[in-house]
């Protein structure tokens, strides 16, 4: 399922309509009318406002709550995740919020932890809003930096993975871990094969003989067509460089 | 002897005076690259192999950093032969099979 919708305006009833049909297969007694209203507000606060891939920001709480009702989740977690980062700017009030939605709600808004760095979560239905958050975060990782891709992926497998599986959410658990461990993988071995890992690995080799080998590894590294087979080199490489330094560290003898 | 140093002499001998880098060693013996590496420092310290950069005629050419070439020395290659033939010496229990190119051989210890 892709929530990501082209950023042009007055799709946004498209986007609701998705979500109400989405949450009526798994819930057919919610309110729509409810997360109807919670997604005029929360469309209404992050009006103007786009993620990084170009998509008006209110794809992202959309996409949340719709991960949330493929999982059950009922009427005052859906409207939570829609208005989970309502409260990020000076848009709109915690008071105000409290008043349209009722203080569950509104607790379960300030209670995902990460948006205001909330302490202790009494209410699992926080840590599932938190959760589906990282989901569709992960999903739409691509434009953003490769550290803050490499560290959420890093928190997601320690802390989020975990917690998913603890709360018995086994789908959004596999989902989470898939896409942590595809960005790792990939993340890390792109790093390599650009040669610096190699090129810093020389440096426990004898200082005569460093940049022989540094340069031959180069341009190996450099005849490979593809990134993969780049990455596989260095990585089988620099399983030999421990070896390769006792070698050249040893006196020529015969025999 | 160890088992991935023969896989290599095995290798540079099916054509002594051919120069070969790096990974088409790797393709050959399939061995990889940080096996490969270690023994041929040791071969070269050794002086049964020499190696040397590419060309610059060929590598500027094709516009890629240079590659660096190995080649048996031929007092290497002899060396080689004689050493291949003692630990394949008819007499000395095969310790596992191996199948290369030339059939299997046993593997001594």
Redo the contacts between chains.
């Keep these: 399922m892709n929530w990501r919708r082209p950023g042009r305006a007055g799709d946004g009833d498209d986007l609701l309509n998705d979500l109400l049909a989405v949450v009526a297969t798994t819930r057919p007694d919610a309110d729509a009318r409810l997360i109807s209203r919670a997604y005029g507000v929360a469309a209404g606060v992050h009006a103007g406002q786009t993620r990084r891939s170009g998509d008006p920001y209110i794809s992202h709480p959309v996409a949340v709550a719709a991960i949330l009702a493929t999982a059950g989740a009922d009427d005052q977690t859906l409207c939570a995740a829609l208005l989970h980062d309502t409260l990020e700017g000076d848009r709109y009030s915690l008071a105000a919020l409290s008043d349209a939605f009722g203080g569950d709600v509104a607790a379960l808004v300030t209670g995902v932890p990460g948006s205001a760095g909330a302490p202790a979560i009494a209410d699992s239905r926080a840590v599932m809003i938190k959760l589906a958050d990282r989901l569709h975060n992960l999903r739409t990782a691509a434009p953003l930096p490769p550290q803050t891709r490499l560290s959420k992926s890093r928190d997601t497998l320690d802390v989020l993975v975990p917690m998913a599986a603890s709360l018995g959410l086994d789908a959004i658990k596999v989902d989470l871990e898939d896409l942590a461990a595809g960005i790792l993988s990939r993340e890390t071995l792109r790093t390599p094969a650009s040669g610096r890992v190699l090129a810093r690995a020389a440096a426990l080799l004898p200082a005569p003989v460093r940049s022989?080998?540094r340069?031959?590894w180069?341009?190996?590294l450099?005849?490979?067509p593809t990134r993969r087979q780049r990455a596989v080199?260095t990585v089988?490489?620099?399983?030999?460089?421990p070896?390769?330094a006792?070698?050249?560290r040893?006196p020529?003898?015969?025999? | 002897m160890t088992l991935q140093v023969r896989l290599v002499l095995d290798a540079l001998l099916a054509d002594p005076a051919r120069e070969r880098?790096?990974?088409q060693l790797c393709e050959v013996t399939g061995l990889?690259?940080?096996?490969?590496?270690?023994i041929m420092?040791?071969l070269e310290?050794?002086?049964w192999v020499e190696s040397n950069?590419?060309d610059p005629g060929r590598?500027i050419a094709e516009g890629?950093?240079?590659?660096?070439y190995y080649r048996l020395t031929g007092e290497g290659a002899g060396q080689a032969r004689r050493a291949l033939a003692q630990v394949r010496r008819p007499g000395r229990r095969p310790r596992y099979g191996l199948i290369t190119g030339t059939g299997i051989a046993g593997v001594t210890r």
């Design positions: 022989r080998w340069d031959e180069a341009g190996e450099a005849a490979l080199f089988r490489t620099l399983g030999g460089v070896q390769l006792v070698t050249l040893r020529p003898r015969a025999g | 880098y790096g990974l990889p690259s940080g096996t490969i590496y270690p420092a040791r310290q050794l002086g950069w590419e590598h890629r950093p240079r590659r660096r």
